[in-house]
T-cell receptor, first 116, second 115 residues
Framework: DTAVSQTPKYLVTQMGNDKSIKCEQN?????MYWYKQDSKKFLKIMFS???????INETVPNRFSPKSPDKAHLNLHINSLELGDSAVYFC???????????????FGPGTRLTVL | KQEVTQIPAALSVPEGENLVLNCSFT??????LQWFRQDPGKGLTSLLL?????REQTSGRLNASLDKSSGRSTLYIAASQPGDSATYLC??????????????FGQGTILTVHP
């Protein structure tokens, strides 16, 4: 199936640990995003990569480090996890139409991170 | 600051009723607007995408309209069914050199359709 996939689906860990979330899309898109959905269900952009280049970096602690090895993959590494990092993290992808315009975004199923 | 607001926050209707969900945005310089559906514990499913040059889009029982000048979009659901129960999210992609397609989301409307 063509889709945006994420692993793992659930992640439970202790404070202070380091963890990674992986995302892959097989839609042929050139732009990928990480969004965070907090406990109040509000979704907010964190990062975006276009052709492996970081193009959006919102106000996110530098404990969060995205990496895009190629256009189809975008991973999120989180160092020294804190209680406040508990949330659902969504990966999304889209295709660049012009320099500043993008097509419809498609989302992955999410990774529910719980920090104890 | 670009903000997206959805009203109402929650809506409960009997099966078969037609309903309207509202979305407003503060900056009319949008490129497109997407309506999503999110089921509990699940990801986001894209329902409709409206480009800034369009007035409406339709898919089955869903119809979304866009009025850029007033900063509003509505999602109309005809003949609602219990399976329509979910959270509906409106998200705007703004045009502009630094937006890079990022979506700004509303808080969502929680819809419950009871039999």
């Amino acid at each position: 199936d063509t889709a945006v996939s994420q692993t793992p689906k659930y992640l439970v860990t202790q404070m202070g640990n380091d963890k990674s979330i992986k995302c892959e899309q097989n839609l042929g898109h050139d732009t990928m995003y990480w969004y965070k959905q907090d406990s109040k269900k509000f979704l907010k952009i964190m990062f975006s990569y276009n052709n492996k280049e970081l193009i959006i970096n919102e106000t996110v602690p530098n404990r969060f480090s995205p990496k895009s090895p190629d256009k189809a993959h975008l991973n999120l590494h989180i160092n020294s996890l804190e209680l406040g990092d508990s949330a659902v993290y969504f990966c999304a992808s889209s295709k660049l139409v012009t320099r500043t315009k993008y097509n419809e975004q498609f989302f992955g199923p999410g990774t529910r991170l719980t920090v104890l | 600051k670009q903000e997206v607001t959805q009203i109402p926050a929650a809506l409960s209707v009997p099966e078969g009723e037609n309903l309207v969900l509202n979305c407003s945005f503060t900056d009319s310089a949008i490129y497109n607007l997407q309506w999503f559906r999110q089921d509990p514990g699940k990801g986001l499913t894209s329902l409709l995408l409206i480009q800034s040059s369009q007035r409406e889009q339709t898919s089955g029982r869903l119809n979304a309209s866009l009025d850029k000048s007033s900063g509003r979009s509505t999602l109309y659901i005809a003949a609602s069914q219990p399976g329509d129960s979910a959270t509906y999210l409106c998200a705007v992609s703004y045009a502009g050199g630094t937006s890079y397609g990022k979506l700004t989301f509303g808080q969502g409307t929680i819809l419950t359709v009871h039999p």
